[in-house]
Structures are given as structure tokens and as C-alpha cells.
């Protein structure tokens, strides 16, 4: 089978992009030719299919820097709201290549839905993978600072997104952002893709209740590349958290959850609006054992999951389905993380980790203290997680559920 793959980057900056590159590396593995599309960087890996990307406009994330020359405006707006560019790129490179069928991993905001057009005029079956909130959210994540999780626009009130400045924190963006939405949604693009990818099961419903069709949408968790068989990993008294140092990410309830005790916790991130300095102040003369140890590539990150005593990840906005609870689970680590969203879904209370209530540092300590006090108990919620994640999360049980997905738009087709 011929796959055209798309992302945004072509490069790996988060968990979608680790996904890309894993799928891109099982499905050619498989035998399958992948033909990748997406944005020229100079961060990019090598491809002779770069002539058909689409140019930079920032290279990184847009808006996110003050200054912008009037073109990078125009071509942001256009990869927001619909880009004729993507558009005869991405069909060109349809007609040159011929795929049997386009799987999508990020196309908002900087490719835009024109490329489904494209597919569409070329009778190619599109499969689209959902790793955010983006159809019904405008900053994709069901969450502000004002208010914390957030429905709003779910719900059809949309002008919440501008009262509470959802999106770079102004209101001209999220109106633009809103407007954007709303032509996608008169578009019609969610009814012009054959099938959905949705790693867990409560996104899905989020998407049900968005109105798509439940036939279209297909519950195939993420799985984990493992690179070594059996790791030796060790059990050392330190938790350890992964992941971008942001305010929805739970960062303060985890700060006061370890806060004047001996609980040795090490952070791993890094953060884009300056809320790590936040944290640190906020510990200046108060007793903790907390480090902040900065961006790590995840070669630099494995040596603390193989060490680490377990994980935690408290989250306190819908995190669909993170997939540092597989890597944790891939080194035989137990979680800690919220009882809220999906996450239920991957940690299994008193088996692969423990649950704690939203939000709630005492209760968090709870769980943490149990762990710390018993670490026997942690080696064997973590042996079994690495159980799960060798059998129910492998490359291969996920690569059987997408063929099968793929093969039967194929056949209707």
C-alpha cells in the first residue's frame, strides 16, 4: 500500500510527531511505501519529497513571536482558515505519486483542510488522526487560564473564546481563530473525511457529541516503539515528571502536592510563557526537594524513566491519551496521574498506577507517600504496566487495527 502521511512538522517536537515517525517506521517495516507531507524547517529530516512541501512562515509556531512582515500575516491567515497553496502542492503531489489512501496526524492552523479537497478531486480516501481538541475548541485544548476546562464552544458559545482570550491570550486571534472554525464547520470538513483515528475513548465521545458520525470513528490507542527488549531499569526514591512546565498541565498542584517534604521529584520540560519561573519563585524559602532539569531530547529523558521510582502526570486538562504514561509503562514505571479525562483509561487504579482526585495536593501526597513508603508496590504496578504495554499497546496490535481500518475504506472505495 501506497500512504501519503501528513503532519505539520517533519520533525519530532512532541508526542504527535513521535507518533508520526513511529507509524512512519512500522507501516514502511510492513512493506508499504510512506510519501510524507508538510512544512519546509530547517529542522526537518531528509526527504526527496521536500519539494513539495510548503514554505516556512515561521518555522516553529505561528504568532508566537512579536514581529511579523505583512506576507507571513496574509500566508498565516490563508494556512488558517484555507490555503490554495497547500491545496495545488498537495494535489500535485498526489498526481505525481498516486497513494492509495492520505493519513493525517496535524493540518490546522499551518497546512489547512484545503489538502482533504485535494484528496477528495482525486477520489483518494482521507484517515484522519485526532491527538488534540482542535474541530471543537478553538485552542484545541478545552481549556483557559480564567476559568480552567472550558465547553464553551462545544456548546455553541462561542464568543467565551473571545471574552477569555483563549488563544495567545488576545482577542483578535481567538476571534480569527472562531471565524476560522465557524467556515471549516459551513466546509462541512469533518463529513469529507472517510474515517477517524481516536487513541482514546473519551475523545471519542467528545466527537460523537460534536456531531460526527459514530460509523466514522475508530478507538485505536497509540502504541509504543520499543527500541530494547526487557530494559534494566532500577527503582531509585525520585518521581519524575515529563512534559511541557504549563499551567493545565497541573504543575502547581504538583508543586504543593511535594512542598515541605523529603519527596525527591525531578522535572523534565520546558515552558514558552515563562510559567517555570513562576513555580520557582513560588518555592523560594520553602522547603522542597523539587529540580527542574530543563528540555531533554528523549534519549536524555530515558535514563531518569529507567531510574526513576514512578511517574506522575497531573494533568487538569483533557490530556488525550500522553504518551509519556506508554513510556513510562515501556520502563516498567507505575503512574500517578489525575482520575479525570482520559488518563482512567491507561492507568488502572492499584494495578499499573494510582489515581488521585482533580486537582487536589493532599490527595496527590496520599498516593505519592504510599509509593514512597512502599516501593515494592511501585515495582509491581510497573512490572505490570510493562506487561500492558508489550501486549495491549505494541507496534503490532496497532498496526493490525489500522490495517484493517485501511483496507476496509479501501475495499468501499
Same mark, same amino acid.
Request: glycine letters at 4%; aromatic letters at 14%; one cysteine or more.
Given at each position: 500500500?501506497?500512504?501519503?502521511?501528513?503532519?505539520?512538522?517533519?520533525?519530532?517536537?512532541?508526542?504527535?510527531?513521535?507518533?508520526?515517525?513511529?507509524?512512519?517506521?512500522?507501516?514502511?517495516?510492513?512493506?508499504?511505501?510512506?510519501?510524507?507531507?508538510?512544512?519546509?524547517?530547517?529542522?526537518?529530516?531528509?526527504?526527496?519529497?521536500?519539494?513539495?512541501?510548503?514554505?516556512?512562515?515561521?518555522?516553529?509556531?505561528?504568532?508566537?513571536?512579536? +514581529?511579523?512582515?505583512?506576507?507571513?500575516?496574509?500566508?498565516?491567515?490563508?494556512?488558517?482558515?484555507?490555503?490554495?497553496?497547500?491545496?495545488? +502542492?498537495?494535489?500535485?503531489?498526489?498526481?505525481?505519486?498516486?497513494?492509495?489512501?492520505?493519513?493525517?496526524?496535524?493540518?490546522?492552523?499551518?497546512?489547512?483542510?484545503?489538502?482533504?479537497?485535494?484528496?477528495?478531486?482525486?477520489?483518494?480516501?482521507?484517515?484522519?488522526?485526532?491527538?488534540?481538541?482542535?474541530?471543537?475548541?478553538?485552542?484545541?485544548?478545552?481549556?483557559?487560564?480564567?476559568?480552567?476546562?472550558?465547553?464553551?464552544?462545544?456548546?455553541?458559545?462561542?464568543?467565551?473564546?473571545?471574552?477569555?482570550?483563549?488563544?495567545?491570550?488576545?482577542?483578535?486571534?481567538?476571534?480569527?481563530?472562531?471565524?476560522?472554525?465557524?467556515?471549516?464547520?459551513?466546509?462541512?470538513?469533518?463529513?469529507?473525511?472517510?474515517?477517524?483515528?481516536?487513541?482514546?475513548?473519551?475523545?471519542?465521545?467528545?466527537?460523537?457529541?460534536?456531531?460526527?458520525?459514530?460509523?466514522?470513528?475508530?478507538?485505536?490507542?497509540?502504541?509504543?516503539?520499543?527500541?530494547?527488549?526487557?530494559?534494566?531499569?532500577?527503582?531509585?526514591?525520585?518521581?519524575?515528571?515529563?512534559?511541557?512546565?504549563?499551567?493545565?498541565?497541573?504543575?502547581?498542584?504538583?508543586?504543593?502536592?511535594?512542598?515541605?517534604?523529603?519527596?525527591?521529584?525531578?522535572?523534565?520540560?520546558?515552558?514558552?510563557?515563562?510559567?517555570?519561573?513562576?513555580?520557582?519563585?513560588?518555592?523560594?524559602?520553602?522547603?522542597?526537594?523539587?529540580?527542574?532539569?530543563?528540555?531533554?531530547?528523549?534519549?536524555?529523558?530515558?535514563?531518569?524513566?529507567?531510574?526513576?521510582?514512578?511517574?506522575?502526570?497531573?494533568?487538569?486538562?483533557?490530556?488525550?491519551?500522553?504518551?509519556?504514561?506508554?513510556?513510562?509503562?515501556?520502563?516498567?514505571?507505575?503512574?500517578?496521574?489525575?482520575?479525570?479525562?482520559?488518563?482512567?483509561?491507561?492507568?488502572?487504579?492499584?494495578?499499573?498506577?494510582?489515581?488521585?482526585?482533580?486537582?487536589?495536593?493532599?490527595?496527590?501526597?496520599? +498516593?505519592?507517600?504510599?509509593?514512597?513508603?512502599?516501593?515494592?508496590?511501585?515495582?509491581?504496578?510497573?512490572?505490570?504496566?510493562?506487561?500492558?504495554?508489550?501486549?495491549?499497546?505494541?507496534?503490532?496490535?496497532?498496526?493490525?487495527?489500522?490495517?484493517?481500518?485501511?483496507?476496509?475504506?479501501?475495499?468501499?472505495?
Amino acid at each position: 500500500m501506497k500512504i501519503a502521511l501528513v503532519n505539520y512538522r517533519y520533525f519530532i517536537s512532541g508526542g504527535p510527531e513521535r507518533y508520526y515517525f513511529n507509524i512512519k517506521e512500522i507501516l514502511e517495516k510492513n512493506g508499504h511505501q510512506v510519501i510524507p507531507f508538510s512544512i519546509k524547517s530547517s529542522r526537518n529530516e531528509k526527504t526527496p519529497y521536500d519539494e513539495f512541501f510548503l514554505d516556512v512562515v515561521d518555522d516553529e509556531v505561528y504568532f508566537a513571536k512579536a +514581529k511579523k512582515t505583512l506576507p507571513v500575516i496574509l500566508k498565516s491567515f490563508t494556512r488558517m482558515f484555507y490555503s490554495f497553496e497547500a491545496k495545488t +502542492k498537495f494535489k500535485a503531489l498526489l498526481q505525481q505519486e498516486k497513494p492509495d489512501l492520505v493519513y493525517i496526524m496535524q493540518y490546522h492552523n499551518k497546512i489547512s483542510p484545503s489538502i482533504i479537497d485535494a484528496a477528495r478531486s482525486l477520489n483518494v480516501p482521507v484517515v484522519h488522526r485526532i491527538s488534540d481538541f482542535q474541530y471543537m475548541c478553538p485552542n484545541a485544548l478545552f481549556y483557559n487560564d480564567a476559568v480552567g476546562v472550558c465547553e464553551d464552544c462545544l456548546k455553541g458559545k462561542w464568543t467565551s473564546c473571545v471574552k477569555y482570550k483563549c488563544v495567545l491570550n488576545s482577542s483578535v486571534y481567538s476571534g480569527l481563530k472562531i471565524a476560522a472554525k465557524k467556515l471549516h464547520d459551513c466546509m462541512n470538513v469533518k463529513d469529507k473525511i472517510d474515517a477517524f483515528v481516536v487513541p482514546s475513548s473519551f475523545t471519542l465521545s467528545k466527537l460523537e457529541q460534536y456531531g460526527i458520525k459514530p460509523s466514522k470513528l475508530n478507538h485505536i490507542p497509540t502504541f509504543f516503539n520499543m527500541k530494547e527488549a526487557d530494559p534494566q531499569v532500577e527503582y531509585k526514591p525520585f518521581a519524575l515528571f515529563v512534559g511541557r512546565i504549563e499551567k493545565q498541565k497541573g504543575l502547581f498542584t504538583l508543586i504543593k502536592a511535594f512542598e515541605g517534604t523529603d519527596f525527591n521529584l525531578k522535572i523534565i520540560g520546558f515552558s514558552n510563557n515563562g510559567y517555570e519561573n513562576e513555580l520557582k519563585s513560588y518555592l523560594e524559602g520553602k522547603k522542597h526537594n523539587i529540580e527542574f532539569l530543563g528540555k531533554m531530547d528523549f534519549e536524555q529523558i530515558v535514563p531518569y524513566l529507567k531510574s526513576c521510582l514512578f511517574t506522575v502526570v497531573p494533568s487538569e486538562w483533557y490530556d488525550n491519551f500522553p504518551n509519556v504514561i506508554l513510556e513510562s509503562f515501556a520502563y516498567k514505571k507505575a503512574v500517578v496521574a489525575t482520575d479525570f479525562g482520559s488518563l482512567p483509561e491507561l492507568v488502572r487504579e492499584g494495578e499499573t498506577g494510582s489515581l488521585f482526585k482533580y486537582a487536589d495536593e493532599v490527595n496527590f501526597r496520599q +498516593k505519592v507517600q504510599d509509593l514512597f513508603s512502599n516501593p515494592q508496590k511501585a515495582v509491581d504496578m510497573g512490572n505490570l504496566a510493562y506487561e500492558r504495554v508489550c501486549t495491549q499497546y505494541s507496534p503490532e496490535v496497532h498496526y493490525e487495527s489500522l490495517m484493517n481500518l485501511f483496507n476496509g475504506i479501501l475495499q468501499k472505495n
